[in-house]
C-alpha cells in the first residue's frame, strides 16, 4: 500500500502569492490531519478532517489559510496571500479508528514551503 | 488539556551503546496511547513504537523499547546498540483512547546524534 502522498515536496514563492498543498491519505483512512512544522513552534496541529468532513480548525493561524477535503481521497491545504513567517514544512497524516486501532497517525513526506 | 514535555532537547551517544530518551506526559485520563515518533534529517515521521495504558507489559520492537511506568506519567524510549541510522529527532506523543480523542498532543523533541 502507498502511504500518503503530499505534493509538491518543496514549494518556493514570493510574498503575496497563493499557495496550494495537496494531501491524499491512506486509502481507508477516515482521518486526515495537516500540521505545521517550525523550529520556532516545533510541530502543530492546524486542523482535521473526520469523514470528509472538518472537525477542529482551531490551530489554524489566521484567515489567509483554508482547508478542504472534496472526498476521501484528497485534501488541500490553501494560503492566500502567503508570507514569509508561513514558511515551514507541513505535512500531512492520516489514520483510522475502527475497533483495534491504535490512534496511530500516518506521515506523509511533508512539503517545505519557502516564501521569499 | 494534556501536555508532553521531553527534558532533553539533545542527546548523543556512542555508536553500539545504549541511549534512553526522557517524556513525561500530564493527564487525567486512565486509558490512552503513547508513541515514539522519529524524524531522520528526510523529514518523514516514522512510528518506532507505541503503547497502550492499559498494557503493564513495556513494548519492545527490536533494538527500541519503552520503560512506561504510567504512577509517575514517564514514558521512556530506549535505543540498544545504537547505529548511524538511528541519528534523528525523537518526539513523544500522547492520544487518549477511544471515539473523540483522534488528536496526538506531541512533545518538543530530542535531537539524537550517533557518534561514530
Known amino acids: 500500500d502507498a502511504g500518503v502522498i503530499q505534493s509538491p515536496r518543496h514549494e518556493v514563492t514570493e510574498m503575496g502569492q497563493e499557495v496550494t498543498l495537496r494531501c491524499k491519505p491512506i486509502s481507508g483512512h477516515d482521518y486526515l490531519f495537516w500540521y505545521r512544522q517550525t523550529m520556532m513552534r516545533g510541530l502543530e496541529l492546524l486542523i482535521y478532517?473526520?469523514?470528509?468532513?472538518?472537525?477542529?480548525d482551531s490551530g489554524m493561524p489566521e484567515d489567509r489559510f483554508s482547508a478542504k477535503m472534496p472526498n476521501a481521497s484528497f485534501s488541500t491545504l490553501k494560503i492566500q496571500p502567503s508570507e514569509p513567517r508561513d514558511s515551514a514544512v507541513y505535512f500531512c497524516?492520516?489514520?483510522?479508528?475502527?475497533?483495534?486501532?491504535?490512534?496511530?497517525?500516518?506521515f506523509g513526506p511533508g512539503t517545505r514551503l519557502t516564501v521569499l | 488539556a494534556q501536555t508532553v514535555t521531553q527534558s532533553q532537547p539533545e542527546m548523543s551517544v556512542q555508536e553500539a551503546e545504549t541511549v534512553t530518551l526522557s517524556c513525561t506526559y500530564d493527564t487525567s485520563e486512565s486509558d490512552y496511547y503513547l508513541f515514539w515518533y522519529k524524524q531522520p534529517p528526510s523529514r518523514q515521521m516514522i512510528l518506532v513504537i507505541r503503547q497502550e495504558a492499559y498494557k503493564q507489559q513495556n513494548a519492545t520492537e527490536n533494538r527500541f523499547s519503552v520503560n512506561f511506568q504510567k504512577a509517575a506519567k514517564s514514558f521512556s524510549l530506549k535505543i540498544s546498540d545504537s547505529q548511524l541510522g538511528d541519528a534523528a529527532m525523537y518526539f513523544c506523543a500522547y492520544s487518549p483512547s477511544g471515539f473523540g480523542n483522534e488528536k496526538l498532543t506531541f512533545g518538543t523533541g530530542t535531537r539524537l546524534t550517533i557518534i561514530p
Open positions: 497524516a492520516s489514520s483510522f479508528l475502527g475497533g483495534g486501532s491504535y490512534n496511530e497517525q500516518f
Open positions: 478532517f473526520n469523514n470528509n468532513v472538518p472537525i477542529d
